[in-house]
Each structure stands twice: as structure tokens, then as C-alpha cells.
T-cell receptor
Framework: RKEVEQDPGPFNVPEGATVAFNCTYS??????FFWYRQDCRKEPKLLMS???SGNEDGRFTAQLNRASQYISLLIRDSKLSDSATYLC???????????FGQGTTLQVKP | DAGITQSPRHKVTETGTPVTLRCHQT?????MYWYRQDPGHGLRLIHY???????DKGEVSDGYSVSRSKTEDFLLTLESATSSQTSVYFC????????????FGDGTRLSIL
């Protein structure tokens, strides 16, 4: 079993749609959680950190469920520019090492 | 954007040759990481450094070595490149503290023929 699992998609949605991605992690001792965005042939970029209380940044909302060991990302009012691969990332321990999911690909269509 | 520069950005070389990739940061961050990214595997940690001359192995360290003689530079060396090491290599840095994310360089596309 992979330490961090995501549905690779692709998710094909029309502009304006709401789309949600889930991610599960296997290590119950995980301490930090992030969503990264990666455009084709580019480096991953931090989209948002995920906190136990949940957090929102504009059209993006992230939730953490420690009991079920999953993280979610909700994108409202999808834009063409949201088309990318979204990486679920989990940190465990005190070394700063992060475990990356393989990513979920989102394609927003006009 | 975090001040991270990777060099070279692209390289094509032959099997059996040594290759060194450089990561340079201007952020004075303590932690530096080397990853490779391949289809079907996502990002995998090769080696990381938690200070000058302090390094440790990641999950795919075989065939790679690293050195960090200065805070700002982290070198990744393939002593004798193999075709299986064809990949995109990313360097990342972190100002280590609880729940701190990593920030990535632009990547190096390495092809080994």
C-alpha cells in the first residue's frame, strides 16, 4: 500500500464547476499536510497547507480528517487556469521529509 | 518565488559517464532535498541534507551521492549514469520547523542514452 494515495483522474469538468479531490495517507503519526499544484513540465508549487480545523483560500478549501486519515481539496467555480495536477503531500517525523502522492489531474474545459 | 537555482536545466549524456547536478539557494534554509520524478511514481526522495556536511539517504538513493560543503549549495552526483536514471530532478529547500512546506527549483531534465 502506498503511503499517500490519490485518484490519478483525470477529472474533466466544465468551467464554473465545483470539483473535489480526496487523498488518503497510511501513517497515523503524520504531522503536516499540504496540497501542491504542478503544471505540465514545471516544478510543484505550494497551493495551501491543510490544518485540522480546515482552511480556505479564495475558491479553494482544504479539509483534514485525522480519524479517517484523509485530506480533501475542494475547488469552487473552476477556471481554465486551474487545469493542472494536484499533489497531496504528507509530512511525518521531525526530519522535514515529505511523502508525495502521485497526483490528481484536473482538466477544466470551456 | 524562493531563490532556488538548479543547473543545468537540461542535460543529455551517455551511459557510464559521471553527472553532477547543482542546486543553489539564496534563502539560507537549513534543509535541502533532491527528488526525482517519473511517470507512475510521482516525486521520490533521493537524498537530503539537514546542514553543512550533514546528509542522509532517501528512498531511492542507490547510484547517487550528494555533498553539501556550503549552506547554499547541494550537489547530486551520478557516479556512473545508467538509463534508469533518466528522469526529471528537482531540488527543494525548507526552513525547517513544525509543519513547514518545501519549495522547489525549476528542475533538471536528464536523459541518459
Amino acid at each position: 500500500r502506498k503511503e499517500v494515495e490519490q485518484d490519478p483522474g483525470p477529472f474533466n469538468v466544465p468551467e464554473g464547476a465545483t470539483v473535489a479531490f480526496n487523498c488518503t495517507y497510511s501513517n497515523s503519526a503524520s504531522q503536516s499536510f499540504f496540497w501542491y499544484r504542478q503544471d505540465c513540465r514545471k516544478e510543484p508549487k505550494l497551493l495551501m497547507s491543510v490544518y485540522s480545523s480546515g482552511n480556505e483560500d479564495g475558491r479553494f478549501t482544504a479539509q483534514l480528517n485525522r480519524a479517517s486519515q484523509y485530506i480533501s481539496l475542494l475547488i469552487r467555480d473552476s477556471k481554465l487556469s486551474d487545469s493542472a495536477t494536484y499533489l497531496c503531500v504528507v509530512g511525518t517525523g521531525n526530519t522535514g521529509k515529505l511523502i508525495f502522492g502521485q497526483g490528481t489531474t484536473l482538466q477544466v474545459k470551456p | 518565488d524562493a531563490g532556488i537555482t538548479q543547473s543545468p536545466r537540461h542535460k543529455v549524456t551517455e551511459t557510464g559517464t559521471p553527472v553532477t547536478l547543482r542546486c543553489h539557494q539564496t534563502e539560507n534554509h537549513r534543509y535541502m532535498y533532491w527528488y526525482r520524478q517519473d511517470p507512475g511514481h510521482g516525486l521520490r526522495l533521493i537524498h537530503y541534507s539537514y546542514g553543512v556536511k550533514d546528509t542522509d539517504k532517501g528512498e531511492v538513493s542507490d547510484g547517487y551521492s550528494v555533498s553539501r560543503s556550503k549552506t547554499e549549495d547541494f550537489l547530486l552526483t551520478l557516479e556512473s549514469a545508467t538509463s534508469s536514471q533518466t528522469s526529471v530532478y528537482f531540488c527543494a529547500i525548507s526552513d525547517m520547523g513544525p509543519n513547514q512546506p518545501q519549495h522547489f527549483g525549476d528542475g533538471t531534465r536528464l536523459s541518459i542514452l
